[in-house]
């Protein structure tokens, strides 16, 4: 017995030996198949149910859920939306009402700030706002997702422009500092999604950077996430679903396709997609893209040499 086994043994080795010699890519082929097919089963565990799913490929359901926001490139700069819950639901955010130089209109009238459930915040609080300036050079984010995720993500973009800017002086006006920023800021997103020791960030970001030279202005749109930074002219995020079950997202998304924002200024832009975002939809049920008495924040940046972020007064649907 143990000399036939040794005889076959002899045999197999001569024939490997002799495929090797004739054609190495055959060799290849066969140890391939021999691994795939001397894995074990392993039955229901590796039905799709059970498997562990890839951070970033399947949509994350606190930035599906979560209010939407919507940014677009226009002719002189960039208007970014951000809607947040009614009064009642979200009270901290402010009704501020700023003009385009970012003066309050009503200084002297009283407003909610004044009122006993805001005495204990800090005098400087300016309320839960998703649109965040990231350096005084007119580059701004624009969250979605988790809360705590979004101001962590925002305090990062704010930390690596900040080490930019001291390590190597003020930003060149272009698009190489924004997209720097817009994929150092995917690195740390996807870092957090493949440590052991850190959580993945359940939040996404849409950055606006706009600048101006002699020559002409540049405006600039990047979607980030941990799967990368994507540059975008009109991109809309979050918003839960629509009545038939269609991701409002995707409803926008469809629309914004067909609309060409390099006609609009940033103000008419942001008139523009409000009448979008007020728009109904799925046919008999029909009912609009936001809930109404939803309160919209607007941020435009301006393509200019002194560009930064402008709120202008919150709208209500």
């Given at each position: 017995?143990r000399?036939?086994?040794?005889?076959?043994?002899?045999?197999?080795?001569?024939?490997?030996?002799?495929?090797r010699?004739?054609?190495?890519?055959?060799?290849?082929l066969?140890?391939?198949?021999?691994?795939?097919?001397?894995?074990?089963?392993?039955?229901?565990?590796?039905?799709d149910?059970t498997?562990?799913?890839?951070?970033?490929?399947s949509?994350?359901?606190?930035?599906?859920?979560?209010?939407l926001?919507?940014?677009?490139?226009?002719?002189?700069?960039?208007?970014?939306?951000?809607?947040?819950?009614?009064?009642?639901?979200?009270?901290l955010?402010?009704?501020?009402?700023?003009?385009?130089?970012?003066?309050?209109?009503?200084?002297?009238?009283?407003?909610?700030?004044?009122?006993?459930?805001f005495?204990?915040?800090?005098?400087d609080?300016?309320?839960?706002?998703?649109i965040?300036?990231i350096?005084?050079?007119?580059?701004?984010?624009?969250?979605?997702?988790?809360?705590?995720d979004c101001?962590?993500?925002?305090?990062?973009?704010?930390s690596?422009?900040?080490?930019?800017r001291l390590?190597?002086?003020?930003?060149d006006?272009?698009?190489?500092?924004?997209?720097?920023?817009?994929?150092?800021?995917?690195?740390?997103m996807?870092?957090?999604?493949?440590?052991?020791?850190l959580?993945?960030?359940?939040?996404?970001?849409?950055?606006?950077?706009?600048?101006h030279?002699?020559?002409?202005?540049?405006s600039?749109?990047?979607?980030?996430?941990?799967t990368g930074a994507?540059?975008?002219?009109?991109?809309?995020?979050?918003?839960g679903f629509?009545?038939?079950?269609?991701?409002?997202?995707?409803?926008?998304?469809?629309r914004?396709?067909t609309?060409?924002?390099?006609?609009?200024s940033?103000?008419e832009?942001?008139?523009?997609l409000?009448?979008?975002?007020?728009?109904k939809?799925?046919?008999?049920?029909?009912?609009?893209?936001l809930?109404?008495?939803?309160r919209?924040?607007?941020?435009?940046v301006?393509?200019?040499?002194?560009?930064r972020?402008?709120?202008?007064p919150?709208?209500?649907?």
């Amino acid at each position: 017995m143990r000399v036939e086994t040794a005889t076959l043994q002899m045999e197999s080795r001569t024939r490997v030996h002799r495929i090797r010699r004739s054609n190495p890519l055959t060799v290849s082929l066969i140890l391939l198949v021999l691994l795939c097919g001397a894995s074990p089963s392993r039955g229901a565990a590796t039905t799709d149910d059970t498997r562990l799913p890839l951070h970033g490929v399947s949509p994350d359901r606190f930035v599906q859920g979560a209010p939407l926001t919507v940014a677009a490139v226009c002719r002189d700069g960039v208007a970014l939306l951000a809607a947040h819950a009614p009064d009642d639901d979200e009270p901290l955010l402010y009704h501020r009402h700023f003009d385009e130089n970012g003066v309050d209109e009503r200084p002297n009238q009283d407003s909610t700030e004044n009122s006993p459930a805001f005495q204990d915040l800090p005098s400087d609080f300016g309320g839960p706002f998703r649109i965040h300036p990231i350096d005084g050079t007119g580059t701004v984010l624009a969250s979605t997702g988790w809360r705590a995720d979004c101001e962590r993500l925002v305090a990062v973009a704010q930390s690596l422009a900040s080490s930019e800017r001291l390590r190597y002086g003020p930003p060149d006006i272009g698009q190489i500092y924004p997209q720097y920023l817009a994929t150092e800021l995917s690195l740390y997103m996807a870092q957090c999604a493949a440590s052991e020791g850190l959580r993945a960030l359940s939040c996404v970001g849409i950055m606006a950077a706009t600048g101006h030279t002699e020559e002409k202005a540049s405006s600039s749109l990047w979607f980030v996430d941990s799967t990368g930074a994507y540059p975008v002219r009109a991109f809309c995020v979050g918003g839960g679903f629509a009545a038939g079950g269609t991701p409002v997202a995707r409803l926008v998304n469809d629309r914004l396709c067909t609309m060409d924002f390099s006609r609009f200024s940033t103000q008419e832009a942001v008139s523009k997609l409000l009448e979008l975002l007020a728009e109904k939809v799925d046919g008999k049920n029909a009912q609009p893209l936001l809930n109404v008495g939803s309160r919209v924040e607007v941020g435009i940046v301006k393509s200019s040499a002194t560009s930064r972020l402008i709120r202008l007064p919150i709208k209500n649907l």
